[in-house]
């Protein structure tokens, strides 16, 4: 295959994404104000809840079964890692470019989720439908790309909601911590400045004698009470409370089950397991119905999430200039470091037997290095409230590169599979 039918297969799906996004963009300008605040918020609830899950469902449901698990094992490794190396590239550029704490959580989070569900779910696909692509017949290349897609979708999800978004809670409640250290700082200063500008003489002599008394009965009271305390917590249940009270505080199992999450397991289930698949699934199936309507749903997933990754762009439109650094670094760490790690380790596997030769699931694993953030990151801002502003910069000179880099990227790696 010659370069510029590679080039033309990889840049038509990213076009139509572009076209899609840009018609979002235009639709949440104030002028239209068609997808306005309480349009994307509808419209986000109604794919995160009924659109994301139906086309995971279904997707999985359809295509998936015991012999595929077991050949697509690696892929929740491939995915896992692009996480955890994003991670620590992220780490890297918070030292190097000095990265303000508020925006740790930010830059972390932007560096290791990538959006391995939405774009895969439009791209893969993509990639079959054109006659003369080299994946083999169409109609079974797009539906082993739907069923790699899904896969991804599911497992990024898994991902985001359980690793990044911890990430994001521990760094925002750290800022939350400092500003109230902040201000209890300067709430005891500034009653000491009283003090001192009321009674100097009396804080010099009076106050050195009753603090020292304060301070022993605090102690005397504080010995009380923790003796109290140890002998409460001394009980086997009352540990066994506690332990589970630390791990309903740090682990949000509503939010690390989220819809998409469900589905996917769900869809499992009615893949792996034949006899839910000879009832659901196979097209002379008794309630073969239930199927097609969660394709019917799903059949919108792709449009309404493409349409938000745009409408969510415009708070981005101004100060770029500001973050530019920050942007930079972010562009540096998804399009070029870590689809050059990517490469070593799809082809490490490869060449070690890990991964099966599938020219079409190899791509998949390569794509996965090379994808801008997940749209998920800005919902997770605006959850805990910080950097918004330059979420939303972030997001739109990612999507705005991803346009170049992944057309190329793309290229390369169709013509790196096939070679």
């Known amino acids: 295959m010659e370069f510029w039918n590679l080039f033309m297969v990889a840049l038509m799906p990213v076009v139509k994404v572009l076209l899609i996004t840009a018609l979002g963009t235009i639709l949440a300008i104030q002028r239209f104000g068609i997808l306005g605040d309480t349009a994307r918020k509808n419209l986000n609830h109604m794919v995160f809840y009924v659109f994301g899950p139906a086309i995971v469902c279904s997707s999985l449901a359809k295509t998936i079964t015991l012999k595929n698990v077991v050949i697509l094992w690696f892929m929740p490794v491939n995915v896992l890692l692009t996480f955890l190396i994003g991670t620590a590239l992220g780490w890297l550029l918070i030292k190097i470019i000095r990265v303000p704490l508020h925006l740790h959580g930010l830059v972390l989070g932007c560096c290791a989720a990538g959006n391995v569900g939405n774009l895969p779910l439009i791209i893969v696909p993509a990639v079959c439908k054109k006659r003369n692509n080299?994946?083999?017949?169409?109609?079974?290349?797009?539906?082993?790309?739907?069923?790699?897609?899904?896969?991804?979708?599911?497992?990024?999800?898994?991902?985001?909601?359980?690793?990044?978004?911890?990430?994001?809670?521990?760094?925002?409640?750290?800022?939350?911590?400092?500003?109230?250290?902040?201000?209890?700082?300067?709430?005891?200063?500034?009653?000491?400045?009283?003090?001192?500008?009321?009674?100097?003489?009396k804080l010099i002599t009076v106050d050195d004698k009753s603090q020292t008394n304060d301070h022993v009965k605090q102690l005397e009271i504080e010995s009380v009470v923790s003796h109290q305390q140890i002998a409460k917590i001394s009980s086997t249940k009352q540990k066994i409370r506690n332990q589970i009270k630390v791990l309903a505080e740090k682990i949000n199992l509503k939010v690390l089950f989220a819809p998409a999450t469900i589905g996917t397991i769900i869809g499992l289930?009615?893949?792996?397991?034949?006899?839910?698949?000879?009832?659901?699934?196979?097209?002379?199936?008794?309630?073969?119905?239930?199927?097609?309507?969660?394709?019917?749903?799903?059949?919108?997933?792709?449009?309404?999430?493409?349409?938000?990754?745009?409408?969510?762009?415009?708070?981005?439109?101004?100060?770029?200039?500001?973050?530019?650094?920050?942007?930079?670094?972010?562009?540096?760490?998804?399009?070029?470091?870590?689809?050059?790690?990517?490469?070593?380790?799809?082809?490490g596997a490869t060449h070690f037997g890990l991964i099966h030769h599938d020219p079409?699931?190899?791509?998949?694993?390569?794509?996965?290095?090379?994808?801008?953030?997940?749209?998920?990151?800005?919902?997770?801002?605006?959850?805990?409230?910080?950097?918004?502003?330059?979420?939303?910069?972030?997001?739109?000179?990612?999507?705005s590169c991803a346009a170049v880099s992944l057309t190329l990227w793309c290229t390369f790696f169709v013509w790196l599979v096939l070679s």
């Open 134 to 201: 080299s994946f083999g017949d169409v109609d079974v290349c797009k539906k082993n790309a739907l069923a790699y897609a899904s896969l991804s979708m599911a497992l990024g999800s898994i991902y985001i909601w359980s690793y990044v978004y911890n990430i994001v809670r521990i760094y925002s409640s750290k800022v939350s911590s400092v500003d109230d250290s902040k201000v209890k700082a300067v709430i005891i200063a500034t009653e000491n400045d009283d003090i001192d500008s009321e009674n100097p003489s």
């Open 269 to 347: 289930i009615i893949g792996i397991v034949p006899q839910f698949r000879k009832v659901l699934v196979d097209e002379n199936a008794p309630l073969f119905v239930i199927q097609d309507s969660l394709v019917m749903l799903g059949d919108a997933a792709i449009p309404a999430m493409t349409l938000l990754v745009g409408a969510n762009l415009v708070k981005g439109l101004e100060g770029v200039r500001k973050q530019l650094p920050l942007v930079i670094g972010i562009t540096i760490v998804r399009f070029i470091a870590l689809p050059a790690i990517g490469i070593g380790i799809v082809k």
């Open 360 to 399: 079409l699931y190899q791509f998949l694993l390569l794509l996965q290095f090379a994808l801008p953030p997940a749209v998920a990151m800005s919902t997770m801002v605006q959850l805990f409230g910080g950097g918004e502003g330059e979420c939303s910069v972030i997001m739109l000179a990612t999507y």
